[in-house]
């Protein structure tokens, strides 16, 4: 079945770092592609997107292009802050069915 | 506008009790989700509905049950608890198709069974 494999954290960084979070996904058909941030103590709430191949999805910084050849969505931030600590999540979806990766839990000390 | 929100935010149960979580939306959102989220796993999709009087169920329904009467209020029922329900539960919204609008995410309720 379709699902969404994303790198183990927890990942530490200091600040001002590069970040990669990897993901990548298996779909039958031609999914939409999600990146989800979970501060503490709150709800998910979308951080970009793409939904179709080649789409690049960007926000406060952060960026993923979607490579239908690589299966791949991975997110990336030129320079953290500590304000970006956080439990980022990576999904797919197809209509009426949405995956999610486990979570990768991001710390930015300064 | 307060978006979705859900209560209560924290609940013991004990094995066999009942209870419903509460879960309204003010966005007029025609979708509506609830997952959710064991420790160290994503999210799980337990029913969603795509309208008032349309449920579906999703990947992980067994032990749940749900009604949507009106565009704003989807409760999830937990008739007989049992402790491999312990988890987090969050409620969604969005306003279009499940495949590409955003979702909007509830703060949780974090529900153990003991």
């Known amino acids: 079945g379709d699902s969404v494999t994303q790198m183990e954290g927890p990942v530490t960084l200091s600040e001002e770092a590069f970040l990669t979070i990897n993901c990548t996904y298996t779909?039958?058909?031609?999914?939409?592609l999600f990146w989800y941030v979970q501060y503490p103590g709150e709800g998910l709430q979308l951080l970009l997107k793409a939904t179709k191949a080649d789409d690049k999805g960007s926000n406060k910084g952060f960026e993923a292009t979607y490579r239908k050849e690589t299966t791949s969505f991975h997110l990336e931030k030129g320079s953290v802050q500590v304000s970006d600590s956080a439990v980022y999540f990576c999904a797919l979806s197809i209509i009426n069915d949405m995956r999610f990766g486990a979570g990768t839990r991001l710390t930015v000390k300064p | 506008n307060a978006g979705v929100t859900q209560t209560p935010k924290f609940r013991i149960l004990k094995i066999g009790q009942s209870m419903t979580l509460q879960c309204t939306q003010d966005?007029?959102?025609?979708?509506m989700y609830w997952y959710r989220q064991d420790p160290g796993m994503g999210l799980k999709l337990i029913y969603y509905?795509?309208?008032?009087?349309?449920?579906d169920k999703g990947e992980v329904p067994n032990g749940y049950n749900v009604s949507r009467s009106t565009t704003e209020d989807f409760p999830l029922r937990l008739e007989l608890a049992a402790p491999s329900q312990t988890s987090v539960y969050f409620c969604?919204?969005?306003?279009?198709?499940?495949?590409?609008?955003?979702?909007?995410f509830g703060p949780g309720t974090r529900l153990t069974v003991l």
């Open positions: 509905s795509v309208g008032a009087g349309i449920t």
């Open positions: 779909a039958t058909g031609y999914p939409s």
């Open positions: 966005m007029n959102h025609n979708y």
């Open positions: 969604a919204s969005s306003d279009g198709q499940h495949g590409t609008d955003t979702q909007y």
